[in-house]
């Protein structure tokens, strides 16, 4: 069966890091993968994303560009998301989502993901 088991997540001040990561356990390394966050309030939307396949193997939305890093430990099938110069609107529940169909991008869509982790909180806060 399939899981995925996020960890890392926590407090941190203004300008501060943290790193996520999401154990996929029942799925292939090349599955593709992404980070999602939703906020009180807010739709869910997509961070950043991991794809094998394809010619672009990265995408992130346009507000942590240059902030954000999405990598993967293929022979562990760990997913990582470091975020570095955390601002409070980064505050939200972040989740973790994989699928196994034969997409060719990384993608951000929720439709796109079927299998989700349950969650870990990250709060951005002085």
């Known amino acids: 069966a399939q899981e995925l088991v996020e960890s890392g997540g926590g407090s941190v001040r203004p300008g501060g890091s943290l790193i996520l990561s999401c154990k996929a356990s029942?799925?292939?390394?090349?599955?593709?993968m992404g980070w999602f966050r939703q906020a009180p309030g807010k739709a869910r939307e997509g961070v950043a994303a991991?794809?094998?396949?394809?010619?672009?193997?990265?995408r992130y939305v346009d507000s942590v560009k240059g902030r954000f890093t999405i990598s993967k430990d293929k022979a562990k099938n760990i997913l990582y998301l470091q975020m570095d110069s955390l601002k409070s609107e980064d505050t939200a529940m972040y989740y973790c989502a994989a699928d196994t169909l034969d997409l060719r991008i990384p993608s951000l869509a929720n439709r796109d993901y079927r299998y989700w982790g349950q969650g870990i909180q990250v709060t951005v806060s002085s």
């Open positions: 029942g799925f292939s390394s090349n599955d593709y």
């Open positions: 991991w794809n094998e396949r394809g010619r672009t193997h990265t």
